[in-house]
């Protein structure tokens, strides 16, 4: 499907008038006189990282200026608080930054801004043409990208993840979603240890880490958009409509979650470029920004080694013709690096919370150990553990703590029960390890394994009656009878030996049935939590 510029450069001059009267009524405020190394180094960079060699667009040199044509797009501070955006940062845009972005979004189709030279004004790259799904991006040199805004430097962490909180935005939403202009985007990063089979191949050996929340989707405007788009307002082939989203992500309606509308729905015919829009709020508050679309706060992350250097490069840019902008948002202050695992405890009738190490009652139930992963959801892999304290193994827990537990892609925790048996009125401390960064970090969680909760210390959760399963063993049907003082809806979880959660099923009735056929043979454990009530129990499942 066709689009073409606009035929005299008028009408761009007159947006360009009513762009600049804007920030002095829009609550969005911009800065472009700032150098990218300082926005890097003082507006970006959170804990625990050293930059350097800040370019922006293959330049190191001092402030890059706003220009009078748009063949590259443009960079700058951001304040966005009082917006829809809600944070502050670093900006790149493909365009004139003060004609596509300032609220409220009183055009339609808002042109990218500066002045009209005919054609398409390319800036190749083969890394956001890769992105754009087109065939045969590596033969044509990348020649499909325009307007090009990419920010990139190096980087040394000083912990085991590095991480990022970021918004894309763009004005082909609402517009041209499902079509061949969907518009690139993509965060990039290089280094030890970085996989290039995951969704490559990029540059440098690179991978794009601008991933759909759950899945190794990418953002972009086909991927992650309203959802809601008919038929007659796709712009797939014929026969096909919805062909370019389904491409991008299969998963694409259900991903309009993480999709915030901000005006511009249309139905057919399409009407002209510099169309008023009508809609309010997102019309007349400047509070809404001139997009159509943009995402929810989103989180990237990368598995980093200790002391390696490493090189990102955030890029943005016009996919096949000059007309209708994208943006990325970076929040300031949270390019850092931090652990990428935790350890915590569930809440439980057998278990204090109350001080700054947890105690863990003996109990004939379970505790869940509760190991969190952050970022690198990407990688199919063992978080190595070792165990210290005076607390022994098949005397004071059980089963024994592996010495690894696996995560696999996309899992974002693994839970681990143990049994405390009630056997001592003595303590005894258990210390687990946390070990990445190929040994080089090393986190350590304390516990106090203590006698039966007789002392009166309050627990942060209560203690449902005994949780009753039949038949045990089980085969195909397991039935679920929840304690008489378990009220509300309740959520039960099966969980296999090593902890990971295996079946989920909510539950709203005082018994219910989980059908366990896909399950393997071997004992589980099946735990019910329903306001801040637990319960436990095991069952065997033999086919």
Excluded at 336 to 354: H, P
Aim: charged share 10%; hydrophobic share 40%; glycine share 10%.
């Amino acid at each position: 499907m066709a689009r073409t510029l606009p035929a005299t450069p008028h009408i761009l001059i007159s947006a360009l008038v009513l762009a600049f009267s804007l920030p002095a009524q829009a609550q969005l405020i911009i800065n472009q006189n700032l150098t990218p190394r300082n926005m890097v180094q003082n507006i970006l960079m959170g804990q625990d990282v050293v930059i350097s060699h800040v370019a922006y667009n293959g330049d190191t040199n001092n402030v890059v200026a706003p220009v009078a044509t748009t063949a590259l797009g443009e960079i700058g501070a951001f304040n966005g608080f009082n917006t829809v955006l809600g944070f502050s940062g670093v900006f790149l845009c493909a365009g004139s930054a003060q004609t596509i972005l300032p609220g409220p979004n009183n055009q339609l189709m808002q042109y990218i801004g500066g002045l009209s030279g005919g054609g398409f004004w390319a800036s190749p790259d083969l890394d956001l043409s890769h992105l754009t799904g087109w065939e045969h991006w590596e033969t044509n040199g990348g020649n499909n990208i325009g307007n090009k805004s990419i920010l990139e430097f190096d980087f040394v962490p000083f912990n085991d993840m590095v991480s990022f909180n970021y918004v894309f935005s763009s004005e082909e939403y609402e517009r041209w979603a499902c079509s061949q202009y969907n518009d690139a985007f993509g965060l990039f990063i290089s280094g030890p240890g970085i996989p290039t089979n995951i969704n490559g191949p990029f540059i440098n050996n690179a991978m794009n880490i601008a991933f759909i929340p759950g899945s190794l989707a990418p953002v972009t405007i086909n991927s992650l958009n309203s959802g809601r788009i008919n038929a007659g307002n796709a712009n797939g082939p014929l026969g096909d409509p919805f062909q370019y989203c389904n491409t991008a992500n299969p998963n694409w309606q259900a991903d309009s979650i993480y999709y915030r509308y901000n005006g511009g729905q249309w139905n057919m015919p399409q009407p002209p470029g510099s169309t008023a829009q009508l809609e309010a709020p997102y019309n007349t508050d400047p509070y809404y920004i001139q997009h159509n679309g943009l995402t929810v706060k989103l989180t990237a992350s990368a598995a980093v080694q200790i002391g390696e250097t490493y090189h990102i490069k955030v890029g943005i840019a016009n996919t096949a013709d000059n007309l209708y902008s994208s943006a990325a948002w970076i929040e300031g202050g949270t390019f850092a690096a931090l652990d990428r695992f935790t350890l915590t405890v569930d809440a439980g009738y057998n278990v204090d919370l109350s001080d700054t190490v947890p105690v863990l009652y003996q109990s004939n139930d379970s505790v869940f150990l509760r190991f969190n992963r952050w970022g690198g959801f990407y990688l199919d892999e063992y978080l190595q553990l070792t165990v210290g304290g005076d607390a022994v193994a098949g005397v004071d827990y059980l089963p024994s703590i592996p010495d690894s537990l696996h995560f696999n892609q996309l899992d974002s925790a693994v839970v681990l029960p143990l049994v405390l048996p009630v056997h001592a009125t003595e303590t005894r401390d258990l210390i687990i390890n946390l070990i990445t960064s190929e040994g080089n970090k090393v986190a350590d969680y304390h516990f106090i394994l203590a006698g039966e909760n007789t002392t009166g210390v309050r627990p942060l959760a209560s203690r449902a009656e005994d949780l009753v399963v039949f038949p045990n063993p089980a085969n195909q049907a397991l039935h679920v009878s929840l304690p008489s003082g378990m009220k509300g809806l309740a959520e039960v979880q099966v969980l296999d030996m090593s902890g990971r959660v295996v079946l989920r099923q909510a539950l709203n009735a005082p018994s219910g049935t989980l059908n366990l056929e896909q399950l393997p043979n071997g004992l589980y454990t099946v735990k019910v939590e329903a306001k801040g009530q637990v319960a436990t129990a095991r069952v065997s499942v033999k086919h």
